[in-house]
C-alpha cells in the first residue's frame, strides 16, 4: 500500500515539477515579448525625433535665409542709362521735375516700384530717395524691362490725418531736410496739411520729427511748424 501511495506521489510530483517549468518558460517569453516592442519603440521615437529636430533646423535656417535674402532685396541699386534723368514728384510728368541726374551710370538708391503714367510705352515708375527723391521711370533704369527682381511694390499707406500749417508759406520739401528741394507751399497759415506717415529727419527747433504729406504738394513739412500737439501726433504711423 505504501508502494502504492509513494509511486504516486513521485508522479504528482513530476506533474508539479513540469508544470512549474512551462510556467517559467511561458514568463520569460511574455517578458522578452513585452521588452522587445519596448525598446523597438523606444529606437522609433528617438528616431522620429531626431527627424524632426533636423526637420526643424532645416526650416529655420530656410526661413533665416528668406528673411536675409528679403533685407538685401528691401532696397536697390540701380544705375541711370542715360546721360540725363528727370527725378518727378510722382509716379508721372505730371508731378514736376524735382531734379536731375546728370551722368550716365550714376547709382539710384531704389525704395519700390509702382506703376503710373506711360512714359516711352512703359508704366513703371521706381520711388528713389538718393541722389534725388522723387520718382524715376524705369525706360531711363539699367532695369529696363521692369520691374527689377527684388524690389518691393510701393503700397501706400492707408493713413490720412489732416494738420493746419502754422506758417505761411510753409515749404514743402522733397526729403525730410532744409537740404532737400523745395516740391512746394502751404501758402497760409491755418493751410490744410494732409499727413500720411512720420519720418526722423533734421531737427527743427529740436524737434526730428518730419510728415510726409499728399497735399498740398507731395512732399515732407517738418513738424515743428504743423499744429499736430506733439511730435510725432498720436495715432500717425512711422513711413
Known amino acids: 500500500m505504501m508502494g502504492v501511495l509513494g509511486a504516486r506521489w513521485r508522479r504528482l510530483a513530476a506533474v508539479a515539477t513540469a508544470a512549474v517549468a512551462v510556467g517559467a518558460i511561458l514568463v520569460i517569453a511574455s517578458s522578452a515579448a513585452d521588452a522587445t516592442p519596448g525598446l523597438a519603440g523606444g529606437a522609433t521615437r528617438h528616431a522620429m525625433a531626431d527627424a524632426a529636430g533636423r526637420h526643424a533646423s532645416a526650416a529655420r535656417d530656410a526661413s533665416a535665409a528668406r528673411d536675409a535674402s528679403a533685407g538685401r532685396m528691401a532696397g536697390r541699386s540701380i ?32 525704395t519700390c516700384w509702382t506703376t503710373g503714367a506711360y512714359y516711352r510705352d ?5 520711388e528713389v530717395s538718393a541722389p534725388t527723391a522723387g520718382y524715376v521711370s524705369a525706360f531711363n533704369l539699367q ?5 527689377a527682381v527684388g524690389v518691393p511694390h510701393c ?16 515749404r514743402i520739401r522733397t526729403g525730410p531736410t532744409t537740404a532737400a528741394a523745395i516740391a512746394g507751399y502751404a501758402v497760409k497759415i ?8 512720420y519720418v526722423t529727419g533734421v531737427a527743427i527747433y529740436q524737434d526730428p520729427v518730419w ?7 507731395p512732399g515732407y513739412v517738418t513738424g515743428r511748424l504743423l499744429n499736430t500737439g506733439g511730435d510725432p501726433a498720436p495715432g500717425v504711423p512711422h513711413c
Open 79 to 110: 544705375r541711370t542709362l542715360f546721360a540725363t534723368v528727370r527725378v518727378f514728384g510722382g509716379p508721372g510728368t505730371g508731378g514736376g521735375v524735382k531734379g536731375k541726374i546728370v551722368r550716365r551710370g550714376t547709382p539710384v538708391d531704389v
Open 122 to 126: 512703359m508704366p513703371i515708375w521706381y
Open 143 to 147: 532695369a529696363h524691362y521692369s520691374p
Open 155 to 170: 503700397v501706400a499707406p492707408v493713413f490720412k490725418e489732416r494738420f493746419d500749417a502754422l506758417e505761411a508759406n510753409l
Open 190 to 197: 491755418g493751410s490744410a496739411v494732409t499727413v500720411e506717415c
Open 211 to 217: 510728415y510726409r504729406i499728399v497735399s498740398p504738394h
